[in-house]
């Protein structure tokens, strides 16, 4: 794991613009430089998630588990979770509970999760196939606009258990010392990730170049070993 203030020393090195106390350079200021390395974090992980499937580094499996409060929202007749407060995109929720605590017992009322097209004729009542209903806990949800959305309301029901992939957090400038959970076997991938779109950038296309270059052999690097990976795993289980 690394610091945001030692990746963006090393990009600033990685980009032939080195700077002091990570400050700005000639060529690129601070903020450029966390916003070429928040992108090329994403795209790391969406790389590795898609090239090695269960082989994938640790820090590339974005399933997280969370017990989350809930806004309820009478109104318009549901519950919502705001991820965008959380600084992070919400893919998919894989499972998820409604939490209701009374008196005598606490119940975890397992959610359906349903796509956001089919939300408002849901909580509309015209969609006959799911009909939410407090009383038998029939209960739905969905992802719209970077929210989870919780439908019908239910009496005592304040949290939400959850288990959901989401993709990582856009990197603050002001919060050098965060932790980047990137192992060093990767390292030098995310750093020409950021640095080739930063000579993208500068048009500089003889270094753009150059970074997708090294970019690609890497990945390629990477995909022969799945592929021999999953070829040992064939002839082991006798396939």
Same mark, same amino acid.
């Given at each position: 794991m690394f610091t945001l203030r030692e990746l963006d020393n090393r990009?600033?090195?990685?980009?032939?613009?080195?700077?002091?106390?990570?400050?700005?350079?000639e060529l690129f200021d601070l903020e450029q430089r966390v916003n070429y390395l928040s992108r090329a974090y994403g795209r790391i992980i969406r790389t590795l998630k898609h090239l090695m499937g269960s082989y994938s580094p640790q820090f590339a499996d974005t399933l997280s588990y969370k017990?989350?409060?809930?806004?309820?929202?009478?109104?318009?007749?549901?519950f919502s979770v705001d991820f965008n407060t959380?600084?992070?995109?919400?893919?998919?929720?894989?499972?998820?509970? +409604?939490?209701?605590?009374?008196?005598?017992?606490?119940?975890?009322?397992?959610?359906?999760?349903?796509?956001?097209?089919?939300?408002?004729?849901?909580?509309?009542?015209?969609?006959d196939l799911q009909k939410p209903d407090a009383t038998k806990k029939i209960i739905y949800g969905t992802i719209i606009q970077n929210r989870y959305l919780i439908t019908p309301l239910i009496k005592n029901a304040d949290k939400v258990e959850m288990?959901?992939?989401?993709?990582?957090?856009?990197?603050?400038?002001?919060?050098?010392?965060?932790?980047?959970?990137?192992?060093?076997?990767?390292?030098?991938?995310l750093l020409g990730m950021a640095a080739s779109e930063g000579m993208a950038d500068a048009a500089r296309s003889d270094k753009f170049q150059m970074f997708i270059a090294d970019i690609n052999n890497q990945i390629t690097?990477?995909?022969?070993?799945?592929? +021999?990976? +999953?070829?040992?795993?064939?002839?082991?289980?006798g396939k």
């Open positions: 990009l600033a090195l990685k980009l032939g613009d080195p700077v002091t106390n990570n400050g700005a350079g017990v989350v409060n809930l806004t309820s929202q009478p109104d318009k007749g549901w959380m600084k992070v995109y919400l893919d998919k929720v894989t499972e998820s509970y +409604l939490i209701i605590e009374n008196d005598k017992e606490v119940i975890k009322a397992p959610i359906i999760n349903i796509p956001n097209i089919k939300w408002l004729s849901t909580i509309n009542g015209e969609n288990l959901y992939y989401s993709s990582p957090e856009y990197f603050d400038s002001t919060n050098l010392d965060q932790n980047v959970n990137i192992t060093a076997e990767y390292l030098d991938l690097a990477i995909n022969n070993y799945i592929t +021999l990976q +999953l070829q040992l795993e064939g002839k082991h289980s």
